[in-house]
């Protein structure tokens, strides 16, 4: 990615990868849980049913379907849309108000406007910092291979 917009599409404010998010349309998440369930194939239930007498592990099947299901359906076009995951988060209103993209960019970073739990908000921390020394292109090649959940 070289473009500015292109970041901007991928990396939320907080410098979060949607691309990584189980909501994102699009993602890595969504589209995994698609190939899965596409090599499992339509009628893997009834396989399911029969493995589970030789390992009863395949008895959850039923469980990991329907959350399979719901990983496919990412809809989510990322925070700067409107749209997050995490309702108590301040920072996608916040940086229209300061007419900025990312929390670095702001004066006032880091701030107590964030809505963030004590974990959250260390990695925001980081995240901006980390944006700001390295710049975007340098940022996102750090980051983009890695787990959204650590």
């Not at 699009?26 to 090599?39: F, M, P, S």
């Not at 009834?46 to 009863?56: E, K, L, N, V």
């Not at 990991?64 to 719901?70: P, Q």
């Not at 209103?93 to 670095?104: A, G, L, W, Y």
Request: aromatic content about 12%; charged content about 30%.
């Amino acid at each position: 990615m070289e473009d500015y917009e292109d970041f901007l599409k991928i990396l939320g404010p907080c410098g979060l990868n949607c691309g990584k998010c189980l909501a994102f349309e699009g993602g890595d998440i969504q589209r995994t849980a698609e190939n899965l369930k596409h090599l499992l194939g339509d009628n893997f239930t009834a396989y399911a049913s029969r493995f589970s007498a030789m390992d009863p592990v395949f008895a959850n099947y039923p469980a990991f379907s329907e959350l399979l299901d719901h990983l496919t359906g990412g809809t989510c076009k990322g925070c700067r849309n409107g749209e997050c995951l995490f309702k108590a988060c301040q920072v996608k209103d916040c940086i229209k108000e300061k007419e900025v993209d990312f929390c670095f960019q702001c004066d006032q970073f880091p701030c107590d406007r964030h809505g963030f739990p004590e974990g959250l908000k260390n990695r925001w921390q980081k995240n901006n910092r980390m944006m700001k020394e390295l710049g975007l292109k340098v940022y996102y090649e750090h980051i983009k291979d890695e787990p959204r959940y650590p």
